[in-house]
């Protein structure tokens, strides 16, 4: 062979090979990605919208042949509980999205629910053609029919993988897995007649169905009321059980109890309308039938509720059959149940389904959670297995019955912090934030408090975190409260000598009737009384530790901090008043930072200019800066359009954001105009 030929026949051998490698690994179904995302309901698109916008790659796996297939059967009754507020007086989105339950987050501003949907509580069906619209008008790289039954983990010496397998034995390798299954195995409770119940998932959604039939119902959740009421005008009686009473979402606060549009049963049986609703652990009751020989059809197929102390053998068989003195009639005179029932039908939740991960890639049970849903750090990644992420309501166990992380409304938010981290950790890039001087932080607050969607939604779970720095503070957004220790390492950024600031949406921890009188606090000085939604904000010298966070008072979000704030409850929500809300915000801030944060107006500025060595630090950063605002609308009007001067030289330079703009301009005349602040 001529020497020429050589390194073109050596480039054809490796031509080849790589050839025959790819069509290998097509025959075999061998697929790999930086990402796999797990599910392609709301959360798992939410995520599949964060890796597209920043151009990772990344494959969603789908096993059914549309989005959201859970909303396709669930709820049963077709009405879903999530807000749908399309007409709330504002024009601005992120403040229209408190009120927005369904919507995803995107950078389309008409992306959005209302576009299949105007009705307050919309309709399930309406819920999958969104989620289609979003993944059609975003080009999400969605996979569907791709059923995966195993996944395993495999530690390689300088890093771990997730290996997928489908139906068809193709293995889907990904460096970071990310779980968005959702919810859908239906929750069971072991007990004698177990058997002899119907499920929530199958049962008959026609109430012809139960004409004149009595009905027990287990679980007192939304899936139970939801079907309580849809057979309130045909079930001769329909009953309750559960372990706890019922919780009401305006009770507790939390969007995961009964809510008021299903809550009509409760009428019934306080107004004595032949409905109730017992307490009692399930798995101590049993369900049976009579044997009595020479009975009706009929009445054989009635169903008993008994207890399994009054079995014959509680802890042997799983017999169905009792006779008439293993009944609780016979043992207890007043028994509330004594009576037969048609049906008992179970409506207890669902759980995660953890049968598909080998032992080697399976996040432990949530205790908290009597083993639903897998255990989770505080930001969301497996407990045990580094590099597996739970997404949507799997990754609720770190709010559970707290907050609104089980939830669209609130896992649209956790979503982009987990995301966040994701880009940190892998990509070098850092938790975004906004760089503003500190007679800007005034302001900025303000505007967070008054606007921002995902505090408000994830209370006491998600917070902002401002880090001091002289004169100057980086705004990070929405970062987990309980990852405060590692918040350097998740977000990138340093906390330096100055401390930083922590500010949080809380509800007050007193138990009161939420709808008697008093119950709303307005006086600012019993700030801290507040019982309604509200910001708190927290100063730390330093970072908490880990032990702090463990050690924590009870009902707290975060440890003691050296000061604390609170902002007193608004009924409008939008802490804007000078005196109780702005005035206390501002003294509490000069506190920590130690330097005098009053506004000024422009005339005052130029007077204190010529009259002081040092003028007021805003007028530094405002009129010297020829920013200043005019006291009279007339000056204002005569005042031409400046543009942005260099920072000053202890600022990081392109880093600083611009004035906070038109809110600015009214949040410094409220305070100028209503506390007289001039010199």
């Known amino acids: 062979m001529e020497p020429g030929l050589l390194p073109s026949v050596i480039l054809l051998i490796l031509a080849d090979l790589v050839t025959s490698s790819h069509a290998h690994q097509r025959r075999n179904g061998s697929h790999q990605h930086d990402y796999c995302v797990l599910g392609a309901g709301p959360a798992g698109l939410q995520m599949g919208h964060f890796l597209s916008r920043s151009k990772r790659d990344y494959i969603i796996l789908e096993r059914n042949s549309g989005p959201g297939s859970f909303f396709d059967k669930?709820?049963?009754?077709?009405?879903?509980?999530?807000?749908?507020?399309?007409?709330?007086?504002?024009?601005?989105?992120?403040?229209?999205l408190r009120h927005d339950w369904n919507s995803l987050l995107s950078d389309r501003a008409d992306l959005l629910f209302q576009r299949v949907s105007e009705e307050f509580y919309p309709p399930a069906d309406a819920?999958?053609?969104?989620?289609?619209?979003?993944?059609?008008?975003?080009?999400?790289?969605?996979?569907?029919?791709?059923?995966?039954?195993?996944?395993?983990?495999?530690?390689?010496?300088?890093?771990?993988?997730?290996?997928?397998?489908?139906?068809?034995?193709?293995?889907?390798?990904?460096?970071?897995?990310?779980?968005?299954?959702?919810?859908?195995?239906?929750?069971?409770?072991?007990?004698?007649?177990?058997?002899?119940?119907?499920?929530?998932?199958?049962?008959?959604?026609?109430?012809?169905?139960?004409?004149?039939?009595?009905?027990?119902?287990?679980?007192?959740?939304?899936?139970?009321?939801?079907?309580?009421?849809s057979i309130l005008g045909s079930a001769s009686v329909v009953h309750m059980a559960s372990r706890?009473?019922?919780?009401?979402?305006?009770?507790?606060?939390?969007?995961?109890?009964?809510?008021?549009?299903?809550?009509?049963?409760?009428?019934?049986?306080?107004?004595?309308?032949?409905?109730?609703?017992?307490?009692?652990?399930?798995?101590?009751?049993?369900?049976?039938?009579?044997?009595?020989?020479?009975?009706?059809?009929?009445?054989?197929?009635?169903?008993?509720?008994?207890?399994q102390k009054f079995l014959d053998d509680p802890g042997g068989s799983n017999s169905s059959d009792v006779s008439p003195d293993q009944l609780p009639g016979y043992h207890i005179d007043n028994f509330s149940m004594r009576k037969p029932y048609d049906r008992v039908i179970r409506c207890l939740g669902f759980r995660f389904n953890f049968s598909i991960f080998d032992r080697s890639a399976c996040p432990p049970n949530s205790p908290n959670t009597r083993g639903r849903l897998p255990q989770v750090t505080p930001w969301w990644e497996g407990q045990d297995t580094p590099g597996l992420f739970v997404l949507g309501t799997a990754a609720h166990s770190r709010d559970y019955r707290k907050s609104a992380g089980g939830f669209i409304h609130g896992f649209r938010y956790t979503v982009r912090a987990v995301h966040r981290v994701l880009e940190r950790r892998h990509h070098g890039v850092p938790w975004p934030a906004t760089r503003l001087t500190i007679t800007q932080l005034h302001s900025w607050i303000l505007k967070r408090v008054g606007e921002a969607s995902g505090p408000y939604q994830m209370f006491e779970v998600l917070g902002d975190i401002i880090l001091l720095?002289?004169?100057?503070?980086?705004?990070?957004?929405?970062?987990?409260?309980?990852?405060?220790?590692?918040?350097?390492?998740?977000?990138?950024?340093?906390?330096?000598?100055?401390?930083?600031?922590?500010?949080?949406?809380?509800?007050?921890?007193?138990?009161?009737?939420?709808?008697?009188?008093?119950r709303a606090v307005t006086d600012w000085t019993k700030a801290w009384k507040s019982n309604f939604l509200h910001p708190v904000l927290y100063f730390y010298d330093t970072l908490p530790t880990e032990k702090e966070m463990k050690l924590r008072p009870h009902g707290w979000p975060l440890p003691r901090p050296k000061a604390v704030h609170h902002m007193v409850e608004d009924f409008l929500t939008e802490w804007d008043r000078p005196v109780s809300h702005v005035q206390p915000l501002r003294r509490f801030l000069e506190r920590c930072v130690q330097r005098d944060l009053r506004d000024f107006y422009a005339e005052t500025c130029f007077r204190l200019a010529l009259t002081r060595l040092s003028p007021p630090l805003s007028c530094r950063h405002g009129y010297l800066q020829q920013r200043g605002l005019p006291r009279h609308s007339d000056m204002l009007r005569r005042v031409p359009s400046i543009p942005q001067t260099p920072a000053e030289d202890d600022m990081t330079g392109s880093d600083i954001g611009a004035e906070p703009s038109s809110y600015r301009i009214q949040a410094e005349a409220s305070v100028t105009a209503g506390l007289k602040l001039e010199l």
């Open 74 to 96: 669930y709820p049963r009754h077709r009405k879903l509980i999530s807000i749908n507020k399309i007409h709330t007086g504002r024009h601005n989105p992120e403040f229209n």
């Open 127 to 229: 819920y999958p053609r969104y989620l289609s619209m979003f993944v059609r008008e975003l080009g999400l790289k969605v996979r569907y029919g791709v059923d995966v039954g195993r996944i395993r983990a495999v530690q390689a010496a300088a890093n771990r993988s997730y290996v997928l397998t489908d139906q068809h034995a193709a293995d889907y390798r990904c460096r970071v897995l990310l779980v968005a299954t959702g919810l859908w195995v239906p929750h069971q409770v072991q007990f004698v007649g177990a058997d002899l119940v119907e499920g929530y998932e199958s049962i008959s959604t026609n109430p012809d169905d139960y004409k004149n039939q009595a009905v027990l119902i287990l679980g007192k959740g939304n899936s139970a009321f939801e079907t309580a009421q």
């Open 244 to 307: 706890s009473p019922v919780r009401l979402a305006w009770q507790t606060h939390y969007v995961g109890d009964l809510r008021a549009l299903n809550n009509e049963f409760i009428d019934t049986y306080q107004l004595k309308s032949l409905n109730g609703m017992v307490e009692t652990r399930l798995e101590s009751i049993a369900i049976a039938r009579r044997k009595d020989s020479g009975r009706s059809r009929r009445r054989q197929n009635k169903l008993y509720v008994t207890l």
């Open 469 to 518: 720095r002289g004169t100057r503070v980086a705004y990070v957004e929405e970062f987990p409260l309980q990852a405060l220790p590692q918040f350097s390492s998740l977000s990138g950024h340093e906390v330096s000598s100055h401390g930083l600031i922590v500010l949080v949406m809380q509800y007050g921890k007193k138990k009161i009737d939420f709808l008697g009188s008093g």
